[in-house]
């Protein structure tokens, strides 16, 4: 039980860690709205929207929402696939696509969805994300350089910039090389707001080299003005082309956010709760169209900031918010005058965590799934950043479905004078009886494949044919089954039977065995003959029933 002197050090390491992190976000909101193509308020009313709501409703005492490096390339994205318009019908498009976000989240707690996320496979996430690093990187160079090529997709974009390298500004990449280097240098103290300290620093390298005189633009004014939200007035072909593009964000949204709070909630041995999250990150989002502001999430990094700065609660999360409020109204003016090539690099400072390939290295040292790594490295730098999500996630399921349609089956056998059955081809102590084959699909039963798997079982019943006289098969691997595959059993069961030869489905979970005591209740009715049996028991279990029901000869 926590002692009143224990609770109020606590709260006061939730006040220093959201002091400490306040300094982060506000140069990340700043530089992610930039990303996003977008005003720089609209990445702050969106961190606003983030804290505040998750503060009063998430679970993680870590986990920080506000506007994230993907959130706001996705965005972009999306945004550019729509028609052109007005600046103005193009913040109500905006509006409407992260309400639609929110929306989406607000539906999954309904429907208590917390596992979506388990649609893409962590092998597409973070080759994405790698990817993603990769292209947000390389869309900062043109305001760093001060060139901007007449095609901004990343293949034409590099080549647009050498082209014109005698045209680079080099006080703009010197600046900006000077600005990555002090944050990496200051990354060590997580305690020290690294991020205000550069735009600071920034700022004060602007005036005194007068870089605005050198071609090195500054972000610009920025207006921090709330409205009375309102809801979009848009066309319905608007609204469903926008409810298109807002469910592949919240899907990414929520696969980064989860990724995060449930990393650190292991860490830390604190309990995970995806349906409150989904509520919170829901609301979060709606807030943020309300006020036309950007899409959020939880990020990993400003997270990691969090935890690292010792925050204890969400009241961290709530003090940083207070914080932010505090330097917009006393400071946003001075923020206004930092050089692009300033902003560019906390930008790559950001994402450039991601751009690690240490985590990818673990799927090339099991040889496993490295196809779906490079495919959605590829996807995203060959067919922007929501094409190439949907195309790694297609192939996903693709390589995912073409393993599961070959027939896995194993032959076990005894092992020893136990009652254990094991696979033969890896034990070799075990032995088969002659007159029993038993038969494991070691790949759930489905549609793709149930033809397939059950021929296979039939080909070796008559391998065996002669001494044969039992048989089972282990359906362990298949929870339920669909039509096809209860139409592939009752034939195979059909077949055993005109074999002469009985037949019991072991270890048969609940769904399954009900539908099969359906679909075979003709079989299991006719007494004479060999036995059918069904039985939910194990493999050593379905042995002995078939001995009682038909003793040898």
Not at 20 to 38: D, F
Not at 438 to 449: K, S
Request: include cysteine; charged fraction near 15%; proline fraction near 5%.
């Amino acid at each position: 039980m926590s002692t009143p002197a224990a609770t109020q050090t606590k709260r006061w390491q939730d006040v220093s860690a959201g002091l400490s992190i306040a300094g982060l976000l506000l140069p990340e909101a700043v530089a992610y709205a930039s990303i996003g193509n977008l005003a720089p308020q609209a990445g702050i009313l969106a961190l606003f929207a983030g804290l505040l709501c998750y503060g009063v409703l998430g679970t993680s005492r870590f986990a920080i929402v506000s506007a994230t490096s993907s959130s706001a390339a996705v965005l972009a994205a999306a945004m550019a696939s729509m028609p052109g318009g007005t600046a103005g019908h193009r913040l109500m498009l905006m509006a409407g696509l992260v309400m639609l976000t929110g929306g989406f989240f607000l539906l999954a707690w309904v429907a208590r969805l917390g596992s979506v996320t388990q649609f893409i496979a962590k092998p597409v996430l973070r080759g994405f994300s790698f990817g993603l690093a990769i292209v947000i990187i390389v869309k900062q160079l043109p305001g760093v350089l001060g060139v901007q090529p007449p095609q901004g997709d990343v293949l034409h974009l590099v080549p647009g910039l050498l082209a014109r390298a005698g045209q680079w500004n080099g006080r703009g990449a010197a600046l900006c090389a000077a600005a990555l280097l002090l944050l990496f240098l200051l990354r060590r103290a997580q305690r020290w707001p690294a991020g205000l300290i550069v735009i600071a620093l920034g700022i004060g390298a602007g005036r005194w080299l007068d870089l605005p005189g050198h071609g090195v633009a500054l972000v610009g004014a920025i207006d921090v003005s709330l409205a009375m939200p309102v809801l979009p007035r848009l066309t319905q072909a608007e609204w469903t082309r926008l409810a298109e593009l807002a469910f592949a964000l919240a899907l990414i949204l929520y696969a980064e956010s989860y990724g995060a709070i449930r990393s650190f909630a292991l860490k830390h041995g604190d309990p995970v709760a995806p349906e409150r999250d989904l509520l919170a990150l829901g609301m979060a989002n709606v807030l943020a169209g309300l006020l036309q502001a950007m899409p959020v999430g939880a990020g990993y990094s400003a997270t990691s900031a969090n935890e690292a700065a010792g925050a204890t609660s969400r009241l961290a999360g709530l003090v940083a918010a207070a914080v932010v409020g505090v330097i917009v109204l006393t400071l946003l003016p001075l923020v206004a005058l930092t050089p692009v090539p300033v902003l560019a690099a906390v930008v790559i400072h950001a994402v450039s965590h991601t751009l690690n390939p240490v985590s990818l290295q673990p799927y090339f040292a099991w040889r496993r799934d490295r196809l779906l790594v490079l495919a959605a490295i590829a996807g995203v730098l060959l067919f922007g950043v929501l094409d190439g999500l949907l195309v790694a996630i297609a192939i996903s399921l693709l390589l995912m479905l073409r393993r599961l349609s070959r027939p896995g089956m194993s032959v076990l056998g005894r092992l020893g004078e136990s009652h254990d059955y094991v696979k033969l081809a890896l034990h070799r102590n075990a032995r088969a009886q002659p007159e029993l084959l038993i038969l494991r699909l070691d790949e759930p039963l489905f549609f793709v494949n149930a033809e397939r798997s059950l021929h296979l079982a039939r080909a070796l019943v008559e391998e065996r044919a002669g001494p044969l006289r039992k048989v089972i098969l282990s359906l362990e691997e298949s929870p339920d089954l669909d039509g096809s595959s209860v139409e592939a059993l009752r034939d195979f069961a059909a077949f055993v039977r005109q074999q002469r030869l009985s037949l019991a489905l072991a270890r048969l979970k609940e769904p399954a065995y009900m539908v099969l005591q359906l679909a075979l209740g003709d079989l299991l009715a006719v007494q004479a003959g060999p036995a059918l049996l069904l039985s939910e028991l194990s493999v050593a279990e379905a042995v002995r029933l078939l001995d009682a029901a038909a003793p040898e000869k």
